[in-house]
């Protein structure tokens, strides 16, 4: 490997370090909305409340604990998610800048469509990674029981929750392998929801790059608004992906077309957008907070790579 190849797979290490720990502190700050999100789109419609009457019932039957049911299954998928997809986007980012620079082209930023095939070849390859962790947090979040009792506003005193391992392991024994990828196809369709943000953000931090230095703040804002476009487009997938995770061994699997279908039949064109206010609440701000937290990480880890360079140097 030649030093320009080290230095560049070293580089691409670090957004994807800076990622994860970006993700990891912005997954912590907003995890009671994902729960709030999660449980909206996987119960019934019988069990529809507001998102305050739902943080009540919840404190009530589980504890301010079950607002956090599934976190830490949660903050392993976002920080290996968040690793994998910066990875595979920096290295076809690199790609794209060196076939930019032997075309003679004036400018080795990415274009639209370039920002557009990097996302999408690093969210697909996140999407078949990480999809079993996804599965094994969502049944934790939902804590999806036999019954056909509504999870969020009543029912009886909820049940200790499963560990991470304990859930996966349960997965396993009753429904097979194969239960860890419910939910792929509309995941993988869902590869356009970052390809939508990671677009409109590196569009924008490019135009504001020709202008001067991007700030943590400013991150903050064009990632927010990248995140907030993106989920509003794409969120009917999302409920669809939610109950395909949650749909136990008895529970008739149906493919992502019927699932909208019967979404609409039984609870009406609302129903794909079950749960959409903490969601799109809970999605802006933790892409606003990855974006700012992110740029912090990265320059951390440069600063202590060049630190540990310059200590094994002097040696």
């Given at each position: 490997m030649t030093s320009q190849a080290a230095a560049q797979q070293s580089d691409n290490i670090a957004h994807a370090l800076a990622g994860?720990?970006?993700?990891l502190a912005s997954m912590a700050l907003t995890y009671?909305?994902?729960t709030l999100s999660t449980r909206a789109q996987v119960e019934s419609k019988r069990a529809h409340s507001s998102m305050l009457d739902a943080v009540r019932r919840i404190v009530q039957r589980e504890g301010a604990s079950g607002l956090y049911a599934g976190l830490e299954s949660a903050l392993f998928g976002i920080s290996v998610t968040?690793?994998?997809?910066?990875?595979?986007y920096e290295w076809t980012r690199a790609g794209f800048e060196k076939a930019a620079i032997k075309a003679g082209r004036a400018s080795k930023k990415l274009t639209t469509v370039e920002s557009i095939i990097a996302g999408a070849l690093a969210g697909s390859a996140t999407v078949l990674m990480t999809n079993p962790i996804w599965v094994v947090n969502t049944r934790m979040t939902a804590r999806k029981q036999e019954s056909d009792e509504p999870?969020?506003?009543?029912?009886?005193?909820?049940?200790k929750a499963p560990s991470t391992v304990g859930t996966f392991l349960a997965l396993l024994r009753e429904e097979g392998p194969a239960a860890l990828f419910a939910g792929v196809l509309p995941a993988l369709v869902l590869v356009i929801n970052p390809i939508l943000q990671y677009t409109i953000f590196e569009q924008?931090?490019?135009t504001l790059e020709k202008r001067r230095r991007v700030t943590p703040t400013d991150a903050f804002c064009i990632g927010?608004?990248?995140k907030l476009l993106a989920t509003s487009i794409t969120y009917p997938y999302i409920t669809v992906k939610s109950r395909m995770h949650v749909a136990g061994k008895g529970d008739e699997k149906v493919n992502m077309r019927d699932g909208i279908k019967r979404i609409v039949d039984t609870e009406g064109w609302g129903g794909l957008y079950k749960g959409i206010g903490p969601k799109v609440t809970q999605s802006v701000l933790t892409a606003a907070f990855l974006f700012a937290f992110k740029d912090v990480f990265y320059d951390l880890t440069i600063k202590a790579r060049r630190n540990l360079a310059a200590k094994a140097a002097a040696r």
């Open positions: 994860a720990g970006g993700g009671p909305l994902i968040n690793f994998v997809y910066y990875y595979w999870v969020l506003p009543g029912g009886s005193k909820a049940k924008l931090k490019n927010a608004l990248g």
